[in-house]
């Protein structure tokens, strides 16, 4: 253990007892410095972070050298070194103080009183501060488009260039900046707060918590947010959606993948079954260590290791009349993964009574469909899967996977499909298949797409149809999960 | 806004700034215009009374943006801190200019000022060397002290020098 002799600068002798020079042992930069840190406990959090590591406001000598340029903290010592604590001196900014007093001639200002008179006649108040300002409060109403993203996202947020723009930030600088750059993109009524939200909180006004990701979720969800048409509020909105998926077989495992990993927050999954060898030539969900065990137990060990946000309810029970309406209770919408007619009717009719969308995917063999039965769907009325086939095929029309065998691949692209929909119709964004029947070919590669129409004469959804009972069908009728 | 509270708060401490040193300052000040230029107030410090004997230019190390920030080279520091010692004297302040901007502290001189040391800021303004104010950090906020010419009877034996960064190695 060699001694080496520290030298403090002016501004942490406060910390030593008013020492210029204080003697410490260690055979590394490091052990040196923790050894300082230890005699004088007021230093260590200005020398080194909680990881240990050298803080980027200081500098560290062994004699003439930076430490930085001879490895570190792990710079070994001669008996007798000297090292000097060097305290970063930095500062300026002259210019943007320059550029600020310039814009406070360009760009209106309003108190935030008058902004917030201004808010309730139809002005919009854009709070443009970072996710960990907002997340502390942020004026009630406002939208919140931080700044790095103000110029890509405000059109979509306030399409009309004529309506007034209040803009705010923390004290009413960087507004200042932020409102300039929307008078350039052709907003042609826009202030900034002046004071900032600081101003806003302290004149009373009314502050809201919006909800915000975590720094965590926001490194997962990065590429979403991105997405104008996802962005945090949409992410958000997934994060507090309920996808109920019926059966964790071909068309669930792909889906349930997809809907974990975009962080949909509550997946439930209903299968009865166990987990068999064959099923692992498509249900990725599931492997082979896990043969034998129940479906849903392996598909939460496996939505879980992909995503520990995700919130995963499993119902190991048959979908059947008694239970369809517990089960579904309290969810968004239902991705029918089954491929039994005696479920996707029960399915089909408990989506129409409880109003929920039937995201619809099946296949054979080398072809694939996919659909939304949702009857109630806002935008237009579509049909539900009895309006296309009223009853069930007799079961010699309609083999199983397991019967008619189906090529391994294809449940993939359809239940993949499938957490597409879902997503668009939880995020209200473009247009979900309803009324349209969207049919894959995968030995010709080609998708094709059907119109179907809402039947009127629907027993299930059609005009003055009543709800008169889950009709339960033949099990003969039922193929063996697929 | 920055430099308003500054301004309502005024430090304890008072800095002694020999006439020689003012004017080396004016001149770097001038010579660096329109960049901003930097460096350290070497003397003494005891109780209010910051003392500087020689003030030392330093290289600033953000070329990027050396018209409104400056970041001193460390190996500087280090060179005029070694031969303040050797001669009994200290580093007790950071100097550097405003070019075309009041000399009161901005914000990025708030974020990485140090507790201790006086902060000197020299106006430029058009090129010509201006108004000269000092400020302390205190409580995470800037108070302004007075700046007082050199008094004869009070500088004992150290003589005001200018010492410029050609002269020394580093």
């Given at each position: 253990?060699?001694?080496?002799?520290?030298?403090?600068?002016?501004?942490?002798?406060?910390?030593?007892?008013?020492?210029?020079?204080?003697?410490?042992?260690?055979?590394?930069?490091?052990?040196?410095?923790?050894?300082?840190?230890?005699?004088?406990?007021?230093?260590?959090?200005r020398?080194?972070?909680?990881?240990?590591?050298?803080?980027?406001?200081?500098?560290?000598?062994?004699?003439d050298?930076?430490?930085?340029?001879?490895?570190?903290?792990?710079?070994?010592?001669?008996?007798?070194?000297?090292?000097?604590?060097?305290?970063?001196?930095?500062?300026?900014?002259?210019?943007?103080?320059?550029?600020?007093?310039?814009?406070?001639?360009?760009?209106?200002?309003?108190?935030?009183?008058?902004?917030?008179?201004?808010q309730?006649?139809?002005?919009?108040l854009?709070?443009v501060?970072?996710?960990?300002?907002?997340?502390?409060?942020?004026?009630?109403?406002a939208?919140?488009?931080?700044?790095?993203?103000?110029?890509?996202?405000?059109?979509?947020?306030?399409?009309?260039?004529?309506?007034?723009?209040?803009?705010?930030?923390a004290?009413?600088?960087?507004?200042?900046?932020?409102?300039?750059?929307?008078?350039?993109?052709?907003?042609?009524?826009?202030?900034?707060?002046?004071?900032?939200?600081?101003?806003?909180?302290?004149?009373?006004?009314?502050?809201?918590?919006?909800?915000?990701?975590?720094?965590?979720?926001r490194?997962?969800?990065g590429?979403?947010?991105?997405?104008?048409?996802?962005?945090?509020?949409?992410?958000?909105?997934?994060?507090?959606?309920?996808?109920?998926?019926?059966?964790?077989?071909?068309?669930?495992?792909?889906?349930?993948?997809?809907?974990?990993?975009?962080?949909?927050?509550?997946?439930?999954?209903?299968?009865?079954?166990?987990?068999?060898?064959?099923?692992?030539?498509?249900?990725?969900?599931?492997?082979?260590?896990?043969?034998?065990?129940?479906?849903?137990d392996?598909?939460r060990?496996?939505?879980?290791?992909?995503?520990?946000?995700?919130?995963i309810?499993?119902?190991?029970?048959?979908?059947?009349?008694e239970?369809?309406e517990?089960?579904?209770?309290?969810?968004?919408?239902?991705?029918?993964?089954?491929?039994?007619?005696?479920?996707?009717?029960?399915?089909?009719?408990?989506c129409?009574?409880?109003?929920?969308?039937n995201?619809?995917?099946s296949?054979?063999?080398?072809?694939?469909?996919?659909s939304?039965?949702?009857?109630g769907?806002?935008?237009?009325?579509?049909?539900?899967?009895?309006?296309?086939?009223?009853?069930?095929?007799?079961?010699?029309?309609?083999?199983?996977?397991?019967?008619?065998?189906?090529?391994?691949?294809?449940?993939?692209?359809?239940?993949?499909?499938?957490?597409?929909?879902?997503?668009?119709?939880l995020?209200?964004?473009?247009?979900?298949?309803?009324?349209?029947?969207?049919?894959?070919?995968?030995?010709?590669q080609?998708?094709?797409?059907?119109?179907?129409?809402p039947?009127?004469?629907?027993?299930?959804?059609?005009d003055?149809?009543?709800?008169?009972g889950?009709?339960?069908?033949?099990?003969?009728?039922?193929?063996?999960?697929? | 806004?920055?430099?308003?509270?500054?301004?309502?708060?005024?430090?304890?401490?008072?800095?002694?700034?020999?006439?020689?040193c003012?004017?080396?300052?004016?001149?770097?000040?001038?010579?660096?215009?329109?960049?901003e230029?930097?460096?350290?107030?070497?003397?003494?410090?005891?109780?209010?009374?910051v003392?500087?004997?020689?003030?030392?230019?330093?290289?600033?190390?953000?070329?990027?943006?050396?018209?409104?920030?400056?970041?001193?080279?460390?190996?500087?520091?280090?060179?005029?801190?070694r031969?303040a010692?050797a001669?009994?004297?200290?580093?007790?302040?950071?100097?550097?200019?405003?070019?075309?901007?009041?000399?009161?502290?901005?914000?990025?001189?708030?974020?990485a000022a140090?507790?201790?040391?006086?902060?000197?800021?020299?106006?430029?303004?058009?090129?010509?060397?201006?108004?000269?104010?000092?400020?302390?950090?205190?409580?995470?906020?800037?108070?302004?002290?007075?700046?007082?010419?050199?008094?004869?009877?009070?500088?004992?034996?150290?003589?005001?020098?200018?010492?410029?960064?050609?002269?020394?190695?580093?």
């Open positions: 253990m060699s001694q080496a002799t520290v030298r403090i600068p002016a501004p942490l002798r406060g910390f030593t007892g008013g020492a210029a020079e204080v003697v410490v042992e260690g055979r590394t930069a490091g052990e040196a410095l923790r050894d300082l840190a230890a005699r004088h406990p007021g230093l260590a959090r020398l080194l972070d909680d990881d240990g590591r050298l803080r980027s406001f200081v500098n560290v000598f062994v004699g050298r930076n430490v930085e340029e001879i490895g570190g903290l792990e710079a070994p010592l001669a008996e007798g070194a000297t090292i000097h604590v060097v305290p970063a001196v930095a500062g300026g900014g002259a210019a943007s103080q320059r550029r600020l007093a310039e814009l406070k001639r360009e760009v209106p200002e309003v108190t935030p009183r008058e902004a917030f008179a201004l309730r006649q139809g002005a919009v854009v709070d501060r970072e996710p960990d300002e907002v997340a502390a409060g942020s004026p009630a109403g939208r919140r488009i931080v700044r790095g993203f103000l110029e890509l996202r405000i059109e979509e947020q306030v399409p009309d260039l004529e309506r007034p723009i209040l803009v705010m930030c004290g009413g600088a960087r507004s200042l900046f932020a409102a300039r750059d929307l008078q350039a993109l052709g907003y042609r009524d826009v202030r900034s707060v002046a004071r900032g939200f600081a101003g806003w909180k302290a004149d009373g006004l009314p502050i809201e918590e919006p909800r915000v990701l975590s720094d965590g979720q490194e997962r969800y590429r979403h947010i991105l997405i104008p048409e996802v962005g945090e509020e949409g992410q958000i909105r997934l994060l507090d959606s309920k996808v109920l998926l019926v059966g964790a077989g071909g068309l669930g495992s792909p889906a349930a993948f997809y809907l974990a990993a975009a962080g949909v927050g509550t997946l439930g999954i209903v299968d009865d079954d166990v987990v068999d060898r064959s099923n692992l030539q498509r249900q990725i969900l599931h492997a082979d260590a896990r043969v034998g065990t129940p479906k849903v392996s598909a060990a496996t939505l879980e290791a992909l995503n520990p946000d995700v919130e309810q499993t119902y190991r029970e048959r979908l059947v009349p239970n369809v517990r089960i579904f209770d309290g969810y968004d919408l239902v991705l029918d993964g089954s491929d039994n007619f005696p479920t996707r009717y029960l399915v089909n009719d408990a129409v009574k409880l109003g929920l969308p995201v619809h995917g296949i054979f063999r080398f072809e694939g469909q996919v939304v039965f949702w009857p769907y806002p935008a237009r009325r579509g049909p539900c899967y009895r309006c296309l086939f009223a009853e069930p095929p007799p079961p010699e029309l309609a083999p199983s996977c397991a019967e008619a065998g189906v090529l391994g691949i294809l449940p993939g692209v359809i239940g993949t499909l499938e957490a597409v929909e879902a997503v668009k119709i995020l209200d964004r473009g247009d979900p298949l309803v009324g349209r029947l969207l049919v894959y070919d995968a030995l010709e080609r998708f094709t797409e059907l119109r179907i129409n039947n009127p004469d629907c027993p299930c959804c059609g003055g149809a009543t709800f008169e889950y009709v339960l069908y033949d099990e003969a009728c039922a193929a063996t999960p697929g | 806004m920055p430099g308003t509270t500054a301004e309502r708060r005024l430090a304890s401490s008072r800095l002694i700034l020999p006439a020689a003012r004017e080396q300052l004016a001149r770097w000040g001038e010579e660096g215009y329109p960049h230029v930097c460096g350290l107030l070497v003397g003494t410090a005891a109780g209010e009374e003392r500087v004997v020689e003030v030392h230019r330093a290289r600033n190390r953000n070329t990027a943006r050396a018209r409104d920030r400056y970041d001193l080279d460390p190996a500087d520091y280090l060179a005029i801190d031969r010692r001669r009994g004297l200290d580093v007790v302040g950071v100097w550097h200019t405003h070019p075309d901007h009041p000399p009161r502290p901005s914000i990025t001189d708030l974020e140090w507790e201790g040391y006086s902060y000197l800021i020299l106006a430029v303004g058009g090129g010509a060397a201006g108004e000269l104010r000092s400020w302390r950090l205190t409580s995470a906020a800037f108070a302004e002290e007075r700046i007082l010419e050199d008094d004869a009877g009070g500088a004992g034996d150290a003589q005001p020098a200018a010492i410029d960064p050609g002269e020394k190695r580093s």
